[in-house]
């Protein structure tokens, strides 16, 4: 069966996050997006692990239902092109801050489970350990090779997966506090590992340079902190709808499950170049080594971003391809090309009466980005979206890379263009 995949998310009970990050707007927002299983995100978290339990029902082998109590209310504000199966997979992110060969690690990394009987094992580790009340993705002082040991030791199933790993400041191979190969950072358990998350700063040309990553196969999962921005990376599965199946697919060299990943255009990143933002220096990796990696305007050394970490630890030319390689489509979310179309913000009003009615007419976000044909986004959205989305497939973007936490900006059309494609279509 194929299906989408986000398994990287956040509750309400996240730094940071927003206040409606629960079940049943991730449901709500999974459908909308065309997304078939969602990570849980928090689960060892008390009071989230509770509303999951209390929330969810068995489905398939490891995966999980919204309740049809919960479910009902939202069903009725789903257009019915977009109602589709929703299951949820039980995983939690875990911050880890710890002192190893003299210096300060900072790593996340994610688990996954298949039961909760496995997950209130893990949980109960970690409550041993440190403080798992205080935030969702719990900040614990204890070694990456000790939470993947004490991950296996809870349940033999569980999957353990390096999350967003070239992010500076929090990831194995991150410039701040990571480190400069995965058997480094996770020892004789490395072989424990299958895959590794690429993040939104890095794309899988980027991984593919790096001969020690070829024997993990790559994800990409959204890190959504709120419903809405599920998807904006994720992952297609062609395999059995189960946990199994996607525990198959990750593990098993020779199993071609995971088909392909959806990807941010790497530049809109926060972390793909260097730079300072307050300072509001932006450096492409050549930039920064001229500077010698100091801050032009303070002085200061710049956040080393993720383009410049590949090209310290690549060993592999351009244009190669890892032995686990899988195809990939670049995406930019419906709501930034409405907003891109229309010359507005994405928040605002417009953009987001544009995508209902869009969603209501032509089917979910996924579909209209992939697969629906563009004469057919041209007859409900109009000629620039449906160019704007033309041009998107093709890889036709401008892009001011994100740097030092900054997202970075998108852009589709140039000034005047949308009028003039405007007027070119209404001669037709």
Same mark, same amino acid.
């Given at each position: 069966?194929?299906?989408?995949?986000?398994?990287?998310?956040?509750?309400?009970?996240?730094?940071?996050?927003?206040?409606?990050?629960?079940?049943?707007?991730?449901?709500?927002?999974?459908?909308?997006?065309?997304?078939? +299983?969602?990570?849980?995100?928090?689960?060892?978290?008390?009071?989230?692990?509770?509303? %999951?339990?209390?929330?969810?029902?068995?489905?398939?082998?490891?995966?999980?239902?919204?309740?049809?109590?919960?479910?009902?209310?939202?069903?009725?504000?789903?257009?019915?092109?977009?109602?589709?199966?929703?299951?949820?997979?039980?995983?939690?992110?875990?911050?880890?801050?710890?002192?190893?060969?003299?210096? +300060?690690?900072?790593?996340?990394?994610?688990?996954?489970?298949?039961?909760?009987?496995?997950?209130?094992?893990?949980?109960?580790?970690?409550?041993?350990?440190?403080?798992?009340?205080?935030?969702?993705?719990?900040?614990?002082?204890?070694?990456?090779?000790? %939470? %993947?040991?004490?991950?296996?030791?809870?349940?033999?199933?569980?999957?353990?997966v390096p999350a967003h790993i070239w992010t500076p400041w929090f990831s194995a191979f991150g410039s701040m506090g990571g480190f400069d190969s995965?058997?480094?950072?996770?020892?004789?358990?490395?072989?424990?590992?299958?895959?590794?998350?690429?993040?939104?700063?890095?794309?899988?040309?980027?991984?593919?340079?790096?001969?020690?990553?070829?024997?993990?196969?790559?994800?990409?999962?959204?890190?959504?902190?709120?419903?809405?921005?599920?998807?904006?990376?994720?992952?297609?599965?062609?395999?059995?709808?189960?946990?199994?199946?996607?525990?198959?697919?990750?593990?098993?060299?020779?199993?071609?499950? %995971?088909?392909?990943?959806?990807?941010?255009?790497?530049?809109? #990143?926060?972390?793909?170049?260097?730079?300072?933002?307050?300072?509001?220096?932006?450096?492409?990796?050549k930039e920064t080594i001229q500077h010698k990696g100091v801050c032009s305007v303070c002085g200061k050394p710049v956040t080393v971003g993720v383009?410049?970490?590949?090209?310290?630890?690549?060993?592999?030319?351009?244009?190669?391809?890892?032995?686990?390689?899988?195809?990939?489509?670049?995406?930019?979310?419906?709501?930034?090309?409405?907003?891109?179309?229309?010359?507005?913000?994405?928040?605002?009003?417009?953009?987001?009466?544009?995508?209902?009615?869009?969603?209501?007419?032509?089917?979910?976000?996924?579909?209209?980005?992939?697969?629906?044909? +563009?004469?057919?986004?041209?007859?409900?959205?109009?000629?620039?979206?449906?160019?704007?989305?033309?041009?998107?497939?093709? #890889?036709?973007?401008?892009?001011?890379?994100?740097?030092?936490?900054?997202?970075?900006?998108?852009?589709?059309?140039?000034?005047?263009?949308?009028?003039?494609?405007?007027?070119?279509?209404?001669?037709?």
């Amino acid at each position: 069966m194929k299906f989408i995949a986000d398994l990287h998310v956040h509750s309400k009970y996240s730094r940071a996050t927003a206040k409606n990050s629960d079940l049943e707007n991730l449901y709500l927002w999974a459908q909308y997006k065309g997304i078939h +299983v969602v990570g849980t995100g928090d689960c060892v978290h008390p009071q989230w692990f509770k509303e %999951l339990q209390e929330k969810l029902e068995p489905a398939e082998e490891g995966l999980f239902k919204l309740k049809e109590k919960y479910a009902k209310p939202i069903n009725v504000q789903i257009p019915k092109s977009c109602r589709g199966d929703v299951r949820f997979m039980l995983s939690v992110e875990i911050s880890n801050i710890y002192k190893r060969h003299d210096k +300060v690690r900072k790593v996340h990394n994610l688990i996954f489970s298949p039961s909760f009987e496995a997950a209130r094992k893990i949980q109960k580790k970690l409550g041993d350990i440190g403080n798992i009340a205080s935030d969702g993705r719990p900040i614990l002082g204890l070694d990456s090779y000790d %939470l %993947l040991r004490l991950t296996l030791e809870a349940d033999a199933k569980n999957l353990f997966v390096p999350a967003h790993i070239w992010t500076p400041w929090f990831s194995a191979f991150g410039s701040m506090g990571g480190f400069d190969s995965m058997t480094d950072a996770f020892g004789d358990l490395t072989g424990h590992i299958f895959a590794v998350e690429t993040g939104l700063s890095s794309d899988p040309p980027m991984n593919w340079r790096l001969k020690e990553l070829d024997d993990f196969i790559l994800i990409s999962n959204s890190d959504a902190h709120s419903p809405a921005k599920l998807g904006r990376e994720a992952n297609i599965f062609d395999t059995d709808f189960s946990y199994d199946g996607i525990y198959q697919a990750l593990s098993d060299k020779k199993d071609k499950g %995971l088909v392909s990943t959806l990807e941010f255009f790497p530049e809109e #990143g926060k972390y793909h170049f260097d730079g300072h933002r307050v300072c509001q220096v932006r450096w492409n990796p050549k930039e920064t080594i001229q500077h010698k990696g100091v801050c032009s305007v303070c002085g200061k050394p710049v956040t080393v971003g993720v383009m410049s970490r590949v090209e310290i630890l690549a060993d592999r030319p351009e244009g190669e391809k890892s032995k686990r390689w899988r195809p990939f489509k670049n995406i930019v979310p419906l709501p930034e090309l409405i907003a891109e179309a229309k010359d507005v913000g994405a928040a605002g009003k417009a953009v987001q009466e544009a995508y209902m009615n869009i969603l209501a007419q032509l089917g979910n976000e996924f579909t209209i980005l992939l697969e629906c044909p +563009v004469e057919d986004i041209r007859r409900v959205a109009g000629d620039v979206l449906a160019e704007g989305i033309n041009r998107m497939r093709q #890889g036709k973007v401008e892009i001011a890379a994100g740097y030092d936490g900054e997202f970075g900006t998108i852009k589709i059309f140039k000034p005047g263009e949308r009028r003039r494609i405007d007027k070119q279509m209404a001669l037709f």
